[in-house]
């Protein structure tokens, strides 16, 4: 369940999700599909985006100046 903004410098707590983006992942684990959400709030996500690894882990990348004026809801899976 998300709590919070990714963004460990922000502490913003999750409220509504009408603002910021939410992301969900889906990878395989040991044979099971594990699910994650990850949240930035409005704020951060006009200075941060996810950033995908290949082992499945999430973190975040500064963005070089882009602002994007529809958040959608994304839906990915990841193969491990």
Same mark, same amino acid.
């Given at each position: 369940m /998300?709590? &919070?903004c990714m963004n460990p410098e922000?502490?913003?707590e999750l409220h509504y999700l009408r603002d910021g983006r939410v992301i969900r992942? @889906?990878?395989r684990d040991a044979? &099971? /599909?594990r699910v994650e959400h990850?949240? !930035?709030c409005g704020d951060c996500h006009i200075?941060? =985006?996810f950033l995908f690894a290949k082992d499945g882990r999430v973190s975040l990348i500064r963005r070089p100046g882009?602002?994007?004026t529809v958040k959608p809801i994304l =839906? !990915? @899976?990841l193969v491990s």
């Open positions: /998300i709590s &919070q922000c502490h913003k992942t @889906m990878r044979g &099971q /599909i990850f949240w !930035l200075d941060y =985006d882009f602002v994007e =839906d !990915l @899976m």
